[in-house]
């Protein structure tokens, strides 16, 4: 099947006497018992089965396990690292998992933080207890490319476990499984949810190994799990994914564009264009370049959220990968710790009409 089959097809299984077109919800917590039945829903239920075999088909692995958030997902992974292994993370990694691991983690696992754009960086930085590379690509809010399969090469020689958090790609655009990872992680709640309105996370494995069984244990008995409506929702947004990517990927072409020639903007970090660092890596690695951008705008923190409060059809609001274009001076949201420059805007460019959204970008700049 190609992708957009499998996202409408894959784990739409209907054992219904009365032959739904699309499978139910099934609410039941419990199960009769009986030889090869479903236990409790914690453990398993039909519609988290159903989601995690299209996750599983969309990422060419072997396995998927969903969560309650992408936070939980990625919380999965570190909770199944032995207790004092070391992880080689970006330095500009996601921030809430940034936060388990300087917070949480704390005391149990070390870290260092490297420029995964530089492979000698993340080369230099394997110590004799290094047990899983973290990669994020394109990264947030910088859209920083890391070269996927040269840092899997360094990860294979130390016998390390690599593990990309595909979340601004999607498995539209970019499989890292492909490119060698072990596991790929991915907030659902962002494009795969696609529509502003389901918390969710997940992580697919190339293979089911030992360390995938702990996942898995940490997955039922952790209990951070995705409720049968979430699943249900998340099957049906997947089924318009490859066409959701491909209009946010045009749209976003067109609003770098836009942004890129425009006299009030100082920079725009977007991989589709030419002058982006990791321009070159990510043609390579990626089938196209997604919706998610960030400008320097010219001027002060002040300047930006002027700007931002012009705008109509980008909400200020943080997230993104939904229908509706979000936009947000980032430093904002990521409190006092923050190391994103005070006039960097990122926008999540949503699927409403080219034209009106750079009219009202036009407006904002006046
Ligand atoms: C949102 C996000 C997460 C965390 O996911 P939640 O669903 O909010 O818990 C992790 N990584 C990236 C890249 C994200 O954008």
């Given at each position: 099947m190609n992708i957009e089959t499998i996202a409408i097809h894959a784990g739409n299984i209907v054992t219904d006497s009365q032959q739904p077109a699309v499978m139910p919800i099934t609410l039941s917590t419990t199960f009769q018992h009986q030889e090869e039945s479903l236990i409790y829903s914690r453990a398993n239920n039909p519609n988290r089965m159903a989601l995690e075999q299209v996750l599983t088909q969309l990422e060419y692995g072997e396995d998927a396990a969903a969560f309650s958030s992408g936070n939980a997902a990625g919380m999965a992974v570190f909770q199944a690292l032995e207790p004092g292994s070391h992880v080689i993370a970006p330095d500009d990694m996601y921030h809430g998992l940034r936060n388990q691991l300087v917070s949480i983690f704390k005391g149990v696992l070390s870290v260092s933080f490297v420029d995964m754009g530089n492979v000698d960086a993340v080369a230099a930085a394997f110590l004799p207890e290094t047990a899983l590379v973290w990669i994020e690509t394109p990264s947030n809010p910088l859209l920083k490319i890391a070269p996927i399969e040269a840092i899997v090469k360094v990860a294979k020689s130390h016998a390390c476990k690599v593990v990309c958090d595909n979340t601004f790609a999607t498995p539209i655009f970019q499989n890292p499984l492909k490119l060698g990872a072990d596991i790929v992680m991915h907030s659902t709640t962002k494009y795969l949810g696609g529509h502003s309105d389901i918390l969710g996370g997940a992580l697919v494995t190339k293979q089911k190994d030992a360390f995938w069984g702990r996942v898995k244990m940490i997955q039922h008995t952790g209990g951070a799990v995705p409720s049968?409506?979430?699943?249900?929702?998340?099957?049906?947004?997947?089924?318009?994914?490859?066409?959701?990517?491909?209009?946010?990927?045009?749209?976003?072409?067109?609003?770098?564009?836009?942004?890129?020639?425009?006299?009030?903007?100082?920079?725009?970090?977007?991989?589709?264009?030419?002058?982006?660092?990791?321009?070159?890596?990510?043609?390579?690695?990626?089938?196209?370049?997604?919706?998610?951008?960030?400008?320097?705008?010219?001027?002060?923190?002040?300047?930006?959220?002027?700007?931002?409060?012009?705008?109509?059809?980008?909400?200020?609001?943080?997230?993104?990968?939904?229908?509706?274009?979000?936009?947000?001076?980032?430093?904002?949201?990521?409190?006092?710790?923050s190391l994103t420059p005070p006039n960097l805007i990122r926008v999540s460019v949503g699927l409403e009409s080219l034209e009106d959204l750079l009219l009202d970008m036009n407006q904002a700049f006046q």
């Open positions: 049968p409506f979430d699943c249900y929702f998340l099957c049906r947004s997947i089924k318009t994914l490859p066409y959701r990517m491909k209009a946010h990927a045009a749209n976003g072409k067109g609003v770098a564009a836009y942004l890129d020639t425009h006299p009030m903007v100082e920079k725009v970090y977007y991989p589709g264009l030419r002058s982006h660092l990791g321009h070159q890596v990510a043609a390579q690695q990626m089938k196209d370049f997604g919706g998610m951008l960030s400008f320097l705008i010219k001027g002060d923190a002040a300047v930006a959220d002027n700007f931002v409060s012009k705008l109509h059809y980008f909400t200020n609001a943080t997230s993104l990968g939904g229908v509706e274009s979000l936009i947000e001076r980032r430093a904002a949201s990521e409190g006092p710790d």
